[in-house]
């Protein structure tokens, strides 16, 4: 059985960082294209980054290109986004997923405010 299990969410101030991460389990994790999504109230679900499996080569929205990192860990079938500069904006719930079968975790919250 396919599982994502995301964690490292929380409430930040405008500017700081967060690490979320996605334990990922019941497939051969290093073979399969990982993204990250968000989701806000109100709002459409947004792809944020997402990094191949073979080359670990990555692609990012415009909205968080040069703020945000994604980075996996193949031996700790773990998936990694380092978010710098957090603004009020990307306050959302944040998924990870497999696109291949459409798989994705519950989610962490990330809140950004003063």
């Known amino acids: 059985e396919v599982q994502l299990v995301e964690s490292g969410g929380g409430m930040v101030q405008p500017g700081g960082s967060l690490r979320l991460t996605c334990a990922a389990s019941?497939?051969?994790?290093?073979?399969?294209?990982m993204s990250w999504y968000r989701q806000a109230p109100g709002k459409e679900r947004e792809l944020v980054a997402t990094?191949?499996?073979?080359?670990?080569?990555?692609d990012y929205a415009d909205s968080v290109k040069g703020r945000f990192t994604i980075s996996r860990d193949n031996a700790k079938k773990t998936l990694y986004l380092q978010m710098n500069s957090l603004n009020p904006e990307d306050t959302a719930l944040y998924y990870c997923?497999?696109?291949?079968?459409?798989?994705r975790g519950q989610g962490t919250q990330v809140t950004v405010s003063s």
């Open positions: 990094i191949t499996s073979a080359r670990g080569s990555t």
């Open positions: 019941g497939f051969t994790f290093s073979a399969y294209t």
């Open positions: 997923a497999r696109p291949t079968g459409n798989y």
